[in-house]
């Protein structure tokens, strides 16, 4: 199997993953690029295989669609790494990996022997890489979090939802999937350095930092203007220079749903052809009213009053809501209007785009007789592309594979562990 | 000898424009790479026109939403777009390892400066091409920036409450995912070109790159063909989880009450008023049912607190919370202070303010806050001459011929962003 992985830009390397939900995409990260990511699950099967949604909504923890969502090219064992043979054993998978995942509280592996310090005993160039909330040291290091908690502190919650009710999260885990992409982005940089002198390291994620880039210029306009942007739900607050910001509609709604359209002129770049093409839609239907009699090439949002742009949006929005969410879209692909339907989880999956570019993998789980349609490659290569190599594991499903034919455990000793609960 | 930063010796083009090419040649450049920015004054990124400026004063070299996405890089100003200024371009990909740009489809390939072009000079090339929807397929050219990218790929959609439009993603969400996914395969093809000789392009499609943060509401739609919409802020089993209001203007904390023993810590953490003996609050199935009720007594509890005190009374008691901080309270964040996570840095025209840190500490190669984001050409004089070699006459005459670009070349514009 290792060789056929010569074509992959991650294919000589091996991690193991220890990591909860905190952290399950990173391995998946860096199996779909070829590395050999064991994930090592306590045994019985890791807790998230108890996260929804399932399939076929059958809650069972070889069913969770979360898990092969996040799981998707590794190999499964089972080890009870708190055992003395767990130990034993997981030090021996040490010395053949690269690279370690582990998102326990902090100072947790420390207790087992195998932090940092007691994991380079046994192999000096592993690179550790550790998920926490707020980081391995610091007055939170051992504050509990959660998804929810990573977006509030990392300063996107405030940002986003409506004015009058509470600030709001995505309706689907977001910060521990930033965090376990920033987790990727740290190993590899350890990873490019160890290539380049021996030397492996620990790398310290906080889930805090890593949502935090979300914010955008969040902070920046405050270190600059001593402004704090206010969550506005469908309104950006378009900062000019000498004049109060210009309050923007950033969602409008349309016939069939909502659509995500920021319009302006000059200063903007193809925002002059944006909004022509989109003044021109509306006068075929007999809609655009004044609209027609704007300069778009002079127009300059920057000195606009709000009442004025008050307008001018109302005149947009009646248009709008006659129209459908394709066929807005279908016009802006085609004539360059800063466009986007808001679209659901159905219309992604319908998308032509993402067809036409062959976005989506089939991946045939034989077990469950059905083959399911996943997510592809974040980024498509010319030479060593993204690839399945494999779908989500069972659990434990390759504890012959490495305890047996690798380790050279003999069949009664993996009984024996098996019953112990070790494995 | 000993290396200061991971990357030290990585040599980095960026032809990037906006947020995401500039964004992944940062991360870089905060582990040592060597980044040159390559820009023009005719047609400047948007962002040095966008706010925030020093004290709201615009100005091409005062925005601090581009130094954002700019420290510890070289910047110069060359337009590639003239016979001479592309030839340059050429020399300084000769000179470098990765090559990153940002365009939309098919501008580079009118410069002379894609993929099939640039490996013809430098077959070993690892050549990033980043864009919203990928580089080829029918909406290839689509104009749309991470705003729009966010409502396609779905998020928007699954933002804010249920009896309501979209409460809103705060801004170009989708920018804030391809950069981390395009340094991996960045790092990776570095492995690869090492181990193998070859280098390779990379199509990003930030669309696709956001899709993978939803894929288990795409999997429930892909087999059970469930469509996942806004609802707040619950959670499928946890309860009480939300934001509740604190003392002070527009003050809220995050809290998570996950599983029955937690649930009891939290009855104990405010007091077990009379309502947290409710039988109808005793179980998780019986506190998901009436979580409407439930948030509301919760959030009368809060109301009476500051945020951080809620938080160290939750936390003490091992309850997941944390205050829903604001963009001033990041500054005076404990732990943000803890890590240093804001690195200050002296900008020539801004003067000392604020920048990013990674999401992540290396015990033995530690990042480092080198130098602000340059100035549009900055870095000409050290860039042309150092690492290209040119004479003080070479450059004379590009910047008589107007290739290497001044303030003289600005186009005359308002400010939106």
């Given at each position: 199997m290792?060789?056929k992985?010569?074509?992959?830009?991650?294919g000589?390397?091996?991690?193991?993953?220890?990591t909860d939900?905190?952290?399950?995409?990173?391995g998946k990260?860096?199996g779909?690029l070829?590395a050999?990511?064991?994930?090592?699950?306590k045994?019985g099967g890791?807790?998230?295989?108890?996260?929804g949604?399932?399939?076929?909504?059958i809650?069972?923890?070889?069913?969770?669609?979360?898990w092969?969502?996040?799981?998707?090219?590794?190999?499964?064992i089972?080890?009870?790494i708190e055992?003395g043979?767990?130990?034993?054993i997981f030090?021996r998978?040490?010395r053949s990996a690269?690279?370690?995942l582990?998102?326990?509280p902090?100072?947790?592996?420390?207790?087992l022997?195998?932090?940092?310090?007691?994991?380079?005993q046994?192999?000096?160039k592993?690179?550790l890489t550790s998920i926490?909330?707020?980081?391995?040291t610091?007055?939170?290091?051992?504050?509990?979090?959660?998804?929810?908690?990573g977006w509030?502190?990392s300063g996107?919650?405030?940002l986003c939802?409506?004015?009058?009710?509470?600030?709001?999260?995505?309706?689907a885990?977001q910060a521990?999937?930033?965090t376990?992409?920033?987790a990727?982005?740290?190993?590899?940089i350890?990873l490019h350095?160890?290539?380049?002198?021996?030397e492996?390291?620990?790398?310290?994620?906080s889930?805090?930092?890593?949502?935090?880039?979300?914010i955008m210029?969040?902070?920046e306009?405050?270190?600059m203007?001593?402004?704090?942007i206010p969550?506005?739900?469908?309104i950006f607050?378009?900062s000019r220079?000498?004049?109060?910001?210009l309050f923007?509609?950033?969602h409008w709604?349309?016939k069939d749903?909502q659509v995500?359209?920021?319009?302006?002129g000059?200063?903007?770049a193809?925002?002059?052809?944006s909004t022509k093409?989109?003044?021109?839609m509306?006068?075929r239907?007999?809609m655009?009213?004044?609209?027609k009699?704007y300069?778009w090439t002079t127009f300059?949002a920057?000195t606009?009053p709000?009442?004025?742009y008050?307008?001018?949006?109302?005149?947009?929005t009646?248009?709008?809501?006659t129209?459908?969410k394709?066929e807005l879209?279908k016009?802006?692909?085609?004539?360059?209007?800063?466009?986007s339907?808001?679209?659901?989880?159905?219309?992604v999956s319908e998308n032509?785009?993402l067809?036409?570019r062959g976005?989506w993998e089939k991946?045939?789980h034989?077990e469950l007789?059905d083959?399911?349609t996943?997510p592809?490659?974040?980024?498509?290569?010319s030479?060593?592309?993204?690839?399945?190599w494999?779908?989500p594991p069972?659990i434990?499903?390759?504890?012959e594979?490495?305890?047996?034919?690798?380790?050279?455990?003999?069949?009664?000793?993996v009984?024996?562990l098996?019953q112990a609960g070790?494995? | 000898m000993?290396r200061?930063?991971a990357?030290?010796?990585?040599?980095i083009?960026d032809?990037?424009?906006?947020g995401v090419?500039?964004m992944t040649?940062r991360?870089?450049?905060w582990h040592?790479a060597?980044?040159?920015?390559v820009?023009?004054?005719r047609?400047?990124?948007p962002l040095?026109m966008?706010?925030?400026?020093r004290?709201?004063?615009?100005?091409?070299d005062r925005?601090a939403?581009?130094t954002?996405?700019?420290p510890?890089?070289y910047?110069i100003?060359?337009d590639?777009?003239m016979?001479k200024?592309?030839?340059?371009?050429?020399?300084l990909?000769q000179?470098?390892?990765i090559?990153?740009?940002?365009?939309v489809?098919?501008v580079?390939?009118?410069?002379?400066?894609d993929?099939?072009?640039?490996?013809?000079?430098k077959p070993?090339?690892?050549?990033?091409?980043t864009?919203?929807?990928?580089?080829?397929?029918?909406?290839a050219?689509?104009q749309?920036?991470?705003?729009?990218t966010t409502?396609?790929a779905?998020?928007?959609?699954?933002t804010?409450?249920?009896?309501?439009?979209?409460?809103?993603?705060?801004?170009?969400y989708?920018?804030?995912?391809?950069?981390w996914?395009?340094?991996?395969?960045?790092?990776?093809a570095?492995l690869?070109?090492k181990r193998?000789?070859?280098?390779?392009h990379l199509?990003?499609?930030?669309?696709e790159a956001a899709?993978?943060?939803?894929a288990?509401?795409i999997?429930?739609?892909?087999v059970?063909?469930?469509?996942?919409?806004r609802?707040?802020?619950?959670h499928?089993y946890?309860?009480p989880?939300?934001a509740f209001?604190c003392?002070g203007?527009d003050r809220?904390c995050a809290?998570a009450v996950f599983?029955?023993e937690k649930?009891r810590?939290?009855?104990?953490?405010?007091?077990?008023?009379?309502?947290?003996?409710?039988?109808?609050?005793?179980t998780?199935s019986?506190?998901k049912?009436?979580?409407?009720?439930l948030?509301?007594l919760?959030?009368?509890w809060?109301a009476?607190?500051a945020?951080?005190?809620?938080?160290?009374m939750?936390?003490?008691?091992?309850?997941?919370a944390?205050?829903v901080?604001?963009?001033s309270?990041?500054?005076?964040?404990?732990?943000?202070k803890h890590?240093?996570?804001?690195q200050?840095?002296?900008?020539?025209v801004i003067g000392r303010h604020?920048?990013h840190?990674p999401a992540?500490?290396?015990?033995a190669?530690p990042?480092?806050?080198?130098?602000?984001?340059?100035?549009?050409?900055q870095?000409n004089?050290?860039?042309?001459?150092k690492i290209?070699?040119?004479?003080d006459d070479?450059?004379a005459?590009l910047?008589?011929?107007?290739?290497?670009?001044?303030d003289?070349?600005?186009?005359?514009?308002g400010?939106?962003l």
């Amino acid at each position: 199997m290792r060789e056929k992985r010569k074509e992959s830009l991650l294919g000589p390397y091996r991690v193991l993953d220890l990591t909860d939900e905190k952290g399950l995409l990173c391995g998946k990260i860096l199996g779909d690029l070829g590395a050999d990511v064991i994930k090592v699950e306590k045994p019985g099967g890791d807790a998230a295989r108890n996260i929804g949604p399932f399939y076929k909504d059958i809650p069972h923890p070889e069913k969770s669609l979360y898990w092969f969502a996040f799981n998707l090219n590794k190999r499964s064992i089972t080890l009870n790494i708190e055992a003395g043979d767990g130990r034993d054993i997981f030090r021996r998978l040490v010395r053949s990996a690269d690279i370690l995942l582990e998102s326990f509280p902090p100072g947790y592996l420390d207790t087992l022997g195998l932090g940092y310090e007691g994991l380079k005993q046994i192999n000096p160039k592993i690179i550790l890489t550790s998920i926490t909330p707020f980081g391995q040291t610091g007055p939170y290091a051992h504050y509990e979090g959660s998804d929810i908690v990573g977006w509030a502190t990392s300063g996107m919650m405030h940002l986003c939802g409506n004015p009058d009710r509470p600030p709001v999260q995505i309706t689907a885990q977001q910060a521990y999937c930033h965090t376990s992409a920033h987790a990727a982005v740290g190993t590899m940089i350890a990873l490019h350095h160890r290539e380049v002198s021996g030397e492996g390291q620990h790398v310290d994620v906080s889930i805090q930092e890593s949502t935090l880039p979300c914010i955008m210029h969040a902070a920046e306009v405050w270190d600059m203007m001593g402004f704090n942007i206010p969550r506005l739900g469908d309104i950006f607050p378009s900062s000019r220079a000498g004049l109060p910001p210009l309050f923007m509609r950033v969602h409008w709604p349309c016939k069939d749903g909502q659509v995500t359209w920021l319009f302006g002129g000059a200063a903007v770049a193809g925002a002059v052809a944006s909004t022509k093409a989109l003044v021109e839609m509306a006068n075929r239907y007999g809609m655009a009213m004044e609209l027609k009699d704007y300069d778009w090439t002079t127009f300059d949002a920057s000195t606009l009053p709000q009442e004025e742009y008050d307008r001018i949006a109302a005149i947009f929005t009646q248009f709008l809501e006659t129209r459908t969410k394709a066929e807005l879209y279908k016009e802006a692909v085609e004539k360059g209007i800063f466009l986007s339907p808001l679209n659901t989880a159905k219309e992604v999956s319908e998308n032509d785009q993402l067809a036409a570019r062959g976005f989506w993998e089939k991946v045939e789980h034989p077990e469950l007789g059905d083959a399911i349609t996943y997510p592809g490659a974040f980024v498509k290569l010319s030479q060593a592309p993204w690839k399945v190599w494999r779908r989500p594991p069972r659990i434990g499903e390759h504890n012959e594979e490495i305890y047996v034919k690798e380790l050279g455990l003999s069949r009664e000793k993996v009984l024996l562990l098996k019953q112990a609960g070790v494995i | 000898m000993k290396r200061k930063h991971a990357l030290d010796g990585v040599k980095i083009v960026d032809f990037g424009w906006i947020g995401v090419g500039p964004m992944t040649a940062r991360e870089l450049a905060w582990h040592g790479a060597t980044v040159v920015r390559v820009e023009t004054h005719r047609r400047p990124d948007p962002l040095r026109m966008g706010a925030p400026f020093r004290e709201g004063k615009p100005g091409i070299d005062r925005s601090a939403f581009f130094t954002l996405a700019n420290p510890n890089k070289y910047g110069i100003s060359l337009d590639i777009a003239m016979p001479k200024g592309k030839e340059i371009a050429q020399r300084l990909i000769q000179w470098a390892d990765i090559v990153a740009e940002g365009y939309v489809p098919g501008v580079m390939d009118k410069l002379g400066l894609d993929y099939e072009s640039v490996r013809k000079i430098k077959p070993d090339i690892i050549y990033l091409s980043t864009s919203q929807q990928g580089q080829t397929g029918p909406h290839a050219q689509f104009q749309g920036v991470g705003l729009q990218t966010t409502s396609l790929a779905g998020f928007t959609h699954l933002t804010g409450w249920p009896d309501r439009g979209t409460g809103g993603v705060w801004g170009a969400y989708t920018d804030f995912i391809a950069p981390w996914y395009i340094i991996v395969c960045l790092l990776g093809a570095l492995l690869y070109r090492k181990r193998t000789g070859k280098g390779l392009h990379l199509d990003n499609s930030q669309f696709e790159a956001a899709v993978t943060f939803l894929a288990p509401a795409i999997l429930d739609y892909n087999v059970n063909r469930r469509v996942w919409n806004r609802r707040g802020n619950q959670h499928p089993y946890a309860a009480p989880h939300g934001a509740f209001p604190c003392r002070g203007a527009d003050r809220w904390c995050a809290i998570a009450v996950f599983g029955d023993e937690k649930w009891r810590a939290f009855c104990d953490v405010i007091g077990n008023p009379e309502w947290t003996r409710d039988p109808r609050f005793a179980t998780i199935s019986g506190r998901k049912e009436n979580e409407e009720e439930l948030n509301r007594l919760v959030g009368e509890w809060t109301a009476d607190f500051a945020a951080e005190e809620v938080v160290a009374m939750m936390q003490t008691a091992g309850i997941s919370a944390g205050v829903v901080n604001k963009p001033s309270e990041l500054f005076e964040d404990p732990q943000l202070k803890h890590r240093q996570h804001f690195q200050f840095m002296e900008h020539p025209v801004i003067g000392r303010h604020a920048y990013h840190a990674p999401a992540y500490r290396l015990s033995a190669t530690p990042f480092e806050a080198r130098m602000a984001a340059p100035c549009l050409g900055q870095h000409n004089e050290y860039v042309f001459k150092k690492i290209l070699g040119m004479t003080d006459d070479e450059i004379a005459n590009l910047l008589a011929e107007r290739v290497i670009t001044t303030d003289a070349d600005l186009p005359e514009v308002g400010v939106v962003l």
